[in-house]
């Protein structure tokens, strides 16, 4: 099925740039072509980015079903893909949540398109959860399972109707596609006055399972130091997109803190990456890299060009690679995936 939507993305691909051009052969100074040439801009952008997720989730391989925290997945999946200027997603969770069985990258793939859809309604976006049994008949999926609605939302809360985009279609077919590859279940609804939910239904982990593909989870855990607000949320989405739980800290003292408390969890982070030169505790990240360097599993990633001043900075630690800023989407997918083949010295 992903094949044939990549070969639909291609055709409204190919069709959005012939429009583009159009546009442009036709735009007068007087700007009276204006509309019609955002509009052109905005199918082409919209494309692109589809032809981007199906490129990433191709390549993803098999899924990789396995125990998850829920809650994390759909905190992770409140900020991404949301437009700027838009609601934030709001989170309508119980105070307890299963863990769920699934491919974390896979399912993150899926509610950020079902984010965007809800979103490009204008209002914002609520997600909430529900446990159901498998005498429904919407789930035949396992004796226990979690159904996740994601609803576009106006400002007073009530439901708006979603306005069609020039991608909405192929998105939530390429969203389907993506659920059927983990035997999720996606459900779209459209009521009699135009407003539109969305409906995934996840099995619940048995109790108890912990599999070697929760491990393969754990070892996309990363922890980031880094103090712009602004810098880490834009990090966090692409990280978040790429399938990594990442933890921000906003010094090298936070850092540690959570560090330490990974260990001791039993669940240590496979990435740090922090920018030496953003700190103002020299002192604290000496000791930070210091330990790092006798932390074999930890990739170090230093969030610059390569400097000559980093070793002195980071205590002589080995670092393993460098994420120039500002930070860009294809650079970001190109370090998590060659990840694996970082070796320590």
């Known amino acids: 099925m992903l094949a044939a939507l990549g070969d639909q993305l291609r055709e409204r691909l190919a069709a959005a740039k012939r429009e583009l051009s159009a546009a442009i052969a036709s735009a007068d100074a007087a700007g009276r072509e204006g509309s019609r040439l955002a509009r052109a801009v905005s199918h082409v952008q919209a494309a692109e980015d589809l032809e981007r997720r199906i490129r990433v ?17 759909l905190q992770v999946a409140g900020e991404l893909a949301l437009p700027r200027g838009s609601e934030r997603v709001r989170l309508v969770l119980p105070s307890h949540l299963p863990e769920v069985l ?3 990258v896979l399912t993150r793939h899926v509610l950020a398109h079902l984010v965007t859809r809800a979103a490009a309604a204008g209002g914002g976006v609520e997600i909430s959860t529900a446990e159901c049994r498998a005498t429904d008949p919407a789930t035949r999926l396992a004796r226990h399972a ?3 609605t994601v609803q576009s939302v106006a400002r007073g809360g009530q439901p ?8 909405e279609d192929l998105s939530l077919l390429l969203a389907t596609a993506i659920a059927d590859r983990q ?3 996606l459900t779209a609804f459209r009521g009699p006055d135009g407003t539109h939910r969305f409906e995934l239904h996840l099995p619940v982990a048995p109790a108890g399972v912990r599999t070697e593909a929760a491990g393969a989870a754990d070892a996309r855990r990363a922890l980031v130091v880094e103090p712009d607000p602004s810098l880490a949320l834009r990090l966090r989405q692409m990280m978040g997109y790429l399938g990594w739980m990442a933890d921000f800290a906003s010094d090298a003292r936070e850092a540690l803190s959570l560090y ?3 260990h001791l969890a039993e669940r240590p982070y496979r990435l740090v990456m922090l920018d030496p030169h953003s700190t103002r505790e020299p002192r604290e990240l000496k000791g930070f890299a210091q330990i790092l360097r006798h932390d074999r599993d930890a990739r170090l990633v230093v969030c ?12 002589g630690a080995s670092v393993d690679a460098w994420l120039p800023r500002p930070f860009r989407f294809a650079d970001v997918h190109q370090l998590t995936t060659r990840l694996g ?4 010295g």
Do not use: I, Y
């Open 57 to 73: 989730v191709t390549n993803g391989g098999e899924p990789v079903p396995a125990p998850m925290s829920l809650r994390d997945v």
């Open 102 to 104: 699934g491919d974390l």
């Open 146 to 148: 979690v159904v996740v």
């Open 160 to 167: 708006v109707v979603s306005r069609a985009g020039p991608s």
């Open 183 to 185: 035997r999720a279940h």
């Open 260 to 262: 330490e408390h990974a």
């Open 304 to 315: 610059t060009g390569p400097d000559g001043d980093d070793e002195k900075l980071l205590a």
């Open 341 to 344: 083949d970082l070796k320590r």
